[in-house]
């Protein structure tokens, strides 16, 4: 769904659509074969309208002016030498009836695009959201990965960027700042995440700032599905309940928060993913402070007390920060209290914890398929022999997935006594072809051992 950050009267929009009709047709003289006018009219024109109308206050933007001629040269296919007069002639009338205050820094169409970006949109969703080239987008996108490359595992400036050839024909602009963005992608905390809620605010329309937005999903998160839209705002203890019980609306048809089935609010699986970088500070010290007293109850009792998305985030930072011992004793207590989804991202945690190999074992008689398939997986990169026995009667497997999985981790941990049935099933055309070429696989890594 898209929310205009304005609302547009029918005048605007005749007016604009008349306007560019003007331009292209009489200033312009414009072809008027049957063919080309019906291309013009429900084409060219509706494009530049919706552009315009979602771009109305940067229509007086150096860079949003060159892509209008991007778009006029390579999307609609105007001769080079006319896009910059032709493009002006368009943006004139629409700054006149579009008037809204305007955004000069050239910067501002690159970042609406990379919000969008960095919060996983599409190139083909953000070209219809934007109104730009889908291959403008295309090559920002390329220059960003190039610059990536050049500054890789290395400090480098952007005085020193400008030095290499390809680099420099970004343009100082715009070279600055795709240095500017990567620069902060890489190191600056929340980075991501601020942008994603930036992008959210800029769907909503209003005038929020980000803290509020982050506070108002953290007391959902806190009192997840127990509280109504009238005890959110007392919470947040704020006085404009008018305009939150619209942010709260607008939030809802964004899907970025949802009413169960009591009415009651909860995140969505985008909103707690963003909004777990807020949270992780606080929720780690509760979970070291837990630790500290070896109250391993209360610190399993943090771990489910969370939305699964942001558990899945903080079961990263519990492998990250805590002790390899610790850190198991913990996670281990919550498999199989939450979900599979859950307990299937445990498995491949656990893969690098040694002191999990019996309940990786344990797991190979499970029920569910993908549960027995992640053990197979996950002790085949713990290596221990002693798992050897187990998975090659799971070679035997009424499941596909299950004796794939069976078959690399044979191969992973060098299972030399597994040969005689690698090779069975690596020859047998009953099997599945993935099956075959796993266990191939798993032949040739037990031959290099």
Known sequence: MELMKWDWTKNDLTSLTESLAAVLLEEWGGPRSPLALKYINETI?????HCFCNNADILTNSTFAEIIQWKLKNQFANPSAVVVDLANDLLLPAQKILNRPQITDP????????????GNESLPNIAERTGYPLDYLDLLILRLKKL?????????SLLECQQNIELRD?????????????????GEPLFKERLILEQVIWDLGMPLQVQDLVTLLEIIHTHEGQMNEESLISAMG???????SCVIDGLISLHYIQKNKAGKLTLSEKSARTIAGYLLPKLGEQLKSAIAIHDIDLAKGVLLGQNEAVL?????????ELKQEQAFEVLSGIYQKVSRRVDIYLLKVFSNYPMAFELLMKCLSDNDSLIRASACEALGQLGNKAAIDSLIRLLSDPVVGVKEM???????????TAVTELLRVAEDYGESINVRERARGALRKIEKA
């Open 170 to 186: 970004f343009g100082f602009e715009q070279l600055s700042f795709l240095y500017q963005f990567q620069t902060a992608f890489a």
């Open 45 to 49: 024109i509706p494009d530049l309208v």
């Open 238 to 244: 704020h006085t404009a309940g008018l305009l939150f």
């Open 107 to 118: 910067k501002e169409p690159w970042r609406r695009i990379f919000r969008l970006w960095i």
């Open 406 to 416: 069976a078959a690399q981790a044979l191969g992973d941990i060098g299972a030399a």
């Open 312 to 320: 899945i985030r903080l079961i990263d930072w519990t492998v990250r």
């Open 148 to 156: 990536k490359a050049f500054t890789a595992n290395s400090r480098v």
